[in-house]
């Protein structure tokens, strides 16, 4: 299905926002420099118009980095506000509601495949600079956002087991798989390394000299972590992987571009989330379904509050 990538997607462009925020925000406060004040350093004291870089002789300006930040990012973001505006104001109303506990389970799921929660916040934090905060208050604006989108949509036992059974293969869990690999350019080359490494020859190196593959050969063959169902891990790979326990190795192993010596170092299987739960996911993925698009279900609940974008005050009036 390609959740894992679809939601690091959305997950991308809502950090996005979040970090563009956070920066008109801080620029917004700080205090106004004088004229030409330097701090010790001899650089500009900051302020809304101070200094926010210097490049050789030359400065770059707070007025000028904001200004292509609203360029760049600024639709983004103030969507993003007017979104979560009207959502806390049908929150407020109490016709919406989600519990911690719908979170944590929404949390979980994008989980999924990890090794734990601290791995997957520390890849929140380093791919998407969210912190768990943010990672926590994004899951709740968009459940709000769904529950909203699906109000009045009922899903029936039936339609449910009638999806579960077309979707099964879907449905099931994918393990996350640590792999190296050995690219050789034929059948004998790999079956020559296969006899290096079973004489003790470490693969580490014979990857760094052997393989064809320049993208992994000088870190050891190393794949990292891939999900099982990646589209872009080699159908051959994915195939012999699949039989294999950690710290087997399989070869030859016919792949794109030659033979493959390939090496399973782990293997991470996420828990079965239980029946109740799975049903109860795939009937919220029926509702949306119907509901429609998420940028649908944006675009009716800001015409539902009448949303509008003002005109910018601080941009130049055009010229007739």
């Not at 990538?5 to 970090?19: D, R, S």
């Not at 190393?222 to 994915?238: K, N, Q, S, T, V």
């Not at 739960?277 to 795939?282: I, P, Q």
């Amino acid at each position: 299905m390609g959740k894992d990538k679809m939601l690091k997607g959305i997950i991308g462009l809502q950090a996005v926002c979040m970090i563009v925020l956070a920066v008109f925000v801080v620029i917004q406060q700080l205090p106004e420099s004088a004229p030409g004040s330097v701090d010790a350093s001899g650089a500009g004291a900051g302020g809304s118009d101070g200094e926010a870089a210097v490049v050789g002789d030359q400065a770059i300006r707070n007025s000028d980095w904001v200004e292509q930040l609203k360029k760049q990012y600024g639709d983004s973001v103030l969507r993003m506000l007017m979104l979560r505006s009207a959502l806390d104001q049908e929150s407020a109303k109490g016709s919406l509601e989600v519990t911690a506990e719908e979170i944590q389970s929404e949390l979980a799921s994008q989980m999924e495949g990890y090794e734990d929660e601290d791995a997957f916040y520390r890849e929140m934090k380093e791919q998407l600079g969210m912190s768990r905060d943010d990672v926590w208050s994004d899951a709740m604006y968009r459940l709000l956002l769904e529950k909203w989108m699906t109000r009045g949509i009922e899903v029936s036992d039936k339609e449910v087991d009638a999806y579960m059974k077309e979707h099964q293969a879907e449905l099931s869990a994918s393990s996350r798989l640590h792999l190296r690999w050995i690219v050789l350019p034929d059948s004998d080359k790999a079956s020559a390394v296969l006899d290096e490494l079973e004489q003790g020859a470490g693969f580490e190196e014979l990857a760094q000299r052997e393989s064809l593959d320049e993208g992994t050969a000088s870190n050891g063959g190393d794949l990292g972590l891939i999900d099982e169902r990646d589209p872009f891990l080699d159908p051959g790979a994915a195939k012999a992987a699949a039989g294999l326990q950690p710290g087997d190795i399989a070869g030859p192993v016919e792949v794109a571009g030659g033979y493959a010596v390939i090496e399973l170092l782990e293997r991470i299987t996420p828990p079965d989330p239980g029946k109740a739960a799975m049903r109860e996911r795939v009937k919220r993925m029926i509702a949306l379904d119907e509901a429609g698009s998420l940028k649908d279900g944006e675009e009716k609940l800001l015409k539902h509050y009448q949303a509008s974008v003002l005109p910018d005050p601080t941009s130049e009036p055009t010229k007739g």
